[in-house]
Structure formats: structure tokens, C-alpha cells
């Protein structure tokens, strides 16, 4: 049997092409024991050496048997799959590149941040904040990623006040400082972050304490998003 022989392999319905001494690059493994012939094989209508395997993932156990490289997208999550099949095929070395690489994978995953910044104002006229109405501004976020903007935006109690949340990690808290939905807009705009949403909404009522005068309520809610991307990996093995 000749190692340059091209070898035509049907992996549960995906055909794969390739060479024998590809197949027998790794000799303890499954394939290398297949086809050195020390164990049996099928074959399929056409000819073709049958595994009755996953054939979509085995485009990574033969791209290994290629290279001795695990080149995984960005976006793969099938990770027990491929070990188990890495498993099957008794590749050892793919075996520990897999565990490896998903627990990589696992600590360098994207993380989105969160914030809402949510003003609402309270007057007979709520459009004017510096005459007649009363402004009330809430962040919702995770405690940390508030921790990080400035002092200044956040008021210097702000560390103080979240002490009091028992360890939660989503937390509201009331901005106190004039203007902050604009001064927090501009900050996060100007540090990456993104505004994903932006909406108003509107009611009013008649309010008697008031000599029947309107009240009307304006409520302000932009959610803006911070994606800190996954840096792609690729592993080889030595």
C-alpha cells in the first residue's frame, strides 16, 4: 500500500479526499490502524471506505491529520462533539488540543456590556428641566462596568451606595449630577461604546393639588452596548 494512494472516504454522507498516508499520519490511532489494514472497513455503493461518523465535524479531524494545526472559527461552540469524536478516532494529541482550546476558549469568549441610563422628568412643562420640573436619572448595569466610568459622572458615594447591593452584579443607581444623560452620552460615546436604543415616552395627567393644572411626564431610556471582541486562536501542536 502505497502513502500517496488517494484514498476516497465517506464520513456519514460527506465525502472526503485525501491521501493513506495522511489517514496514517498518527499510526495508534483508529485510522492508522483502518488503513495499515490491521482492522476491517467498509465500503459504500461507489467504493468509497465508510466510517459511520459525523461528517461535518470530521473536516476538523482531517484538516488536523493535514497539518497538526486546530483551526477552529470564531463562532464554534460543537467542542464536546469534537472530543468525542477526536475520541473515537483515538488521535491523542487532538484530544488535548481539544480540551485545551476549549477551555480558551471558555476565558476568552466576547463579552458585551450593558448600560441603560433611564431620565425622567416631571413637570407641568417637561421639556424645560431648569424651570419646572423635577428630573430623576437611574443607571442599570452591571456594578463593575459602572465602577469603571469616572467619579465625577457617577458621584464619589457611588462606591458607598453599591456596597449596600449584597454582592449582586446588576445593579440601578440614581445620578444625582445635572445634565448626566448627555455628559454620560458623551463619555461612553467617546470610549467605544455604542447606542443601541434610544425612546421617549409620554403621558400626562390632570393633577388637583395643583389647581387642576397638566402634569406631564417625559421618560428618557438609551441602552448603549460595549463588545469587547474574541481574539481568534490557532493551536498546534508540536
Not at 477552529?72 to 488535548?96: G, H, M, T, V, W
Not at 440601578?172 to 449630577?177: M, T, V
Request: aromatic share 8%.
Amino acid at each position: 500500500m502505497s502513502g500517496s494512494e488517494i484514498i476516497h472516504l465517506n464520513v456519514g454522507g460527506a465525502v472526503y479526499t485525501t491521501t493513506r498516508s495522511t489517514l496514517c499520519r498518527y499510526p495508534d490511532s483508529m485510522l492508522g490502524a483502518m488503513f495499515r489494514g490491521d482492522i476491517p472497513s467498509r465500503l459504500d455503493l461507489n467504493g468509497h471506505y465508510f466510517i459511520d461518523r459525523d461528517g461535518e465535524i470530521f473536516k476538523y479531524i482531517l484538516n488536523f491529520l493535514r497539518s497538526s494545526k486546530l483551526s477552529l472559527p470564531n463562532d464554534f461552540k460543537d467542542y464536546d462533539l469534537l472530543l468525542s469524536e477526536a475520541d473515537f478516532y483515538q488521535i491523542s494529541p487532538l484530544i488535548e488540543l481539544v480540551i485545551q482550546t476549549q477551555d480558551d476558549s471558555s476565558q476568552n469568549k466576547s463579552h458585551t456590556h450593558y448600560l441603560e441610563i433611564i431620565e425622567v422628568r416631571i413637570g407641568t412643562t417637561a421639556t424645560m428641566p431648569s424651570k419646572n420640573s423635577r428630573v430623576k436619572t437611574i443607571m442599570i448595569g452591571r456594578k463593575d462596568v459602572i465602577l469603571s466610568l469616572p467619579i465625577q459622572l457617577i458621584g464619589e458615594d457611588a462606591i458607598e451606595r453599591l456596597d449596600t447591593t449584597n454582592g449582586m452584579d446588576y445593579v440601578e443607581l440614581e445620578l444625582n449630577s445635572a445634565n448626566i444623560r448627555l455628559r454620560l452620552a458623551e463619555t461612553l460615546k467617546n470610549s467605544n461604546w455604542e447606542l443601541v436604543h434610544s425612546n421617549l415616552s409620554s403621558s400626562s395627567s390632570v393633577k388637583s393639588a395643583n389647581g387642576g393644572s397638566l402634569c406631564i411626564e417625559q421618560t428618557y431610556r438609551d441602552r448603549w452596548m460595549l463588545n469587547l471582541p474574541k481574539i481568534k486562536k490557532f493551536v498546534t501542536y508540536m
